[in-house]
């Protein structure tokens, strides 16, 4: 069973940071792009950021500049750097990984239980 567990959420002004973890566990063979997805209120969930196995980014155009991801693969753990947060950026932040859990598996998605980010103004 895989599970992906993130955290770092919270409460902060405008203009401050955070920073989101997100840890997988389980059986897993290999993971492919790790990423952060966005849902605010009434609306749809949407990417933030991924980043693949070698490091290679992609960003949200409202967050580039502003937010870094990384990864551990060792740890098989994904981050999401956030700063000069705005009360825009409020919403539940979810993790997931596209990944293997065995050499003879299909690759599938795998998300987060979403983690709470308020920025007030």
């Known amino acids: 069973q895989v599970q992906l567990v993130g955290s770092g959420g919270g409460l902060v002004q405008a203009g401050g940071s955070l920073r989101l973890s997100c840890a997988a566990s389980?059986?897993?063979?290999?993971?492919?792009?790790m990423g952060w997805y966005w849902e605010a209120p009434g609306k749809e969930r949407e990417l933030v950021a991924d980043?693949?196995?070698?490091?290679?980014?992609n960003y949200a155009d409202s967050v580039k500049g502003r937010f870094t991801i990384s990864r551990d693969n060792a740890k098989k753990m994904v981050y999401l750097h956030m700063n000069s947060l705005k009360p825009e950026d409020t919403g539940v932040y979810y993790c997931?990984?596209?990944?293997?859990?065995?050499?003879?598996?299909?690759?599938?998605?795998?998300w987060g239980q979403g983690t709470q980010v308020t920025v007030s103004s």
């Open positions: 997931k990984a596209n990944l293997r859990r065995t050499s003879i598996d299909v690759v599938g998605d795998y």
């Open positions: 980043v693949t196995t070698g490091g290679r980014s």
């Open positions: 389980g059986i897993i063979f290999s993971i492919n792009v």
